[in-house]
């Protein structure tokens, strides 16, 4: 059974971005629209290499926003609350997956590459505010994104969590590789799995495959 390898777990950490809403609602859509008009207003160019830096950026530094960090020395508040001013209209409250986080043993978190703020909003419309013991954002890891081990670390030790006794729910792949390391159980939450060494489970049904842990 699923549930006998989740029951030492006591820390239960979640990504916000489609992990705790599905992929369809398609909020990166209007997120990487305000990315790409805030890099071609900032740096002067147009848009097909603001589209081109957001996407490498991203593949090489693990969020936009750290390529920016890095190369344009961004103020990172400003950049964050322009591109995450966006409609969550297509997000709905979803009862079964708030009573399945819920009945989870332990402490309950939500660590996310966005900010706080942001995750606040998501998990308001979501109907998930009252279900989570903390929300970490990438400020919260002073501005490393996830999958540094860096980022992990701070993070984690600001929640004192143990990594041999927690899980991790995430929809990258390559933020799931850490975890394993530290000796975390990992779910990865998508549409389709893509069988990882790093992988312990897959899941495109996170309410459901919460239900079988309790």
């Given at each position: 059974?699923?549930?006998?390898?989740?029951?030492?777990?006591?820390?239960?950490?979640?990504d916000l971005d489609n992990?705790?809403?599905?992929?369809?609602?398609?909020?990166?859509?209007?997120?990487?629209?305000?990315?790409?008009?805030?890099?071609?207003?900032?740096?002067?160019?147009?848009?097909?290499?603001?589209?081109?830096?957001?996407?490498?950026?991203?593949?090489?530094?693990?969020?936009?926003?750290?390529?920016?960090?890095?190369?344009?020395?961004?103020?990172?508040?400003?950049?964050?609350?322009?591109?995450?001013?966006?409609?969550?209209?297509?997000?709905?409250?979803?009862?079964?997956?708030?009573?399945?986080?819920?009945?989870?043993?332990?402490?309950?978190?939500?660590?996310?590459?966005?900010?706080?703020?942001?995750?606040?909003?998501?998990?308001?419309?979501?109907?998930?505010?009252?279900?989570?013991?903390?929300?970490?954002?990438?400020?919260?890891?002073?501005?490393?994104?996830?999958?540094?081990?860096?980022?992990?670390?701070?993070?984690?030790?600001?929640?004192?969590?143990?990594?041999k006794t927690a899980a991790?729910?995430?929809?990258?792949?390559?933020?799931?590789?850490?975890?394993?390391?530290?000796?975390?159980?990992?779910?990865?939450?998508?549409?389709?799995?893509?069988?990882?060494?790093?992988?312990?489970?897959?899941?495109?049904?996170l309410p459901g495959f919460?239900?079988?842990?309790?």
């Amino acid at each position: 059974m699923v549930a006998q390898h989740f029951s030492h777990v006591r820390h239960w950490v979640f990504d916000l971005d489609n992990t705790l809403y599905p992929p369809a609602a398609r909020l990166f859509d209007q997120i990487e629209e305000k990315m790409n008009a805030w890099v071609m207003r900032e740096l002067s160019v147009d848009h097909v290499e603001a589209d081109r830096l957001r996407a490498d950026y991203w593949r090489e530094h693990g969020t936009t926003l750290a390529g920016l960090m890095a190369n344009h020395k961004v103020e990172p508040w400003d950049y964050l609350r322009e591109v995450h001013d966006i409609s969550l209209d297509m997000l709905e409250p979803d009862e079964g997956l708030a009573r399945s986080i819920r009945a989870l043993p332990g402490r309950r978190i939500v660590y996310t590459n966005g900010d706080g703020e942001y995750a606040e909003r998501v998990l308001e419309r979501r109907g998930l505010s009252d279900v989570f013991d903390a929300i970490y954002g990438i400020e919260h890891a002073n501005w490393r994104p996830k999958p540094e081990r860096a980022a992990f670390d701070l993070v984690f030790a600001a929640e004192r969590l143990e990594p041999k006794t927690a899980a991790m729910f995430e929809d990258d792949i390559r933020n799931l590789s850490v975890p394993h390391a530290l000796g975390m159980r990992t779910v990865h939450v998508a549409p389709e799995p893509d069988p990882q060494p790093h992988i312990h489970h897959h899941t495109d049904d996170l309410p459901g495959f919460l239900a079988m842990l309790t």
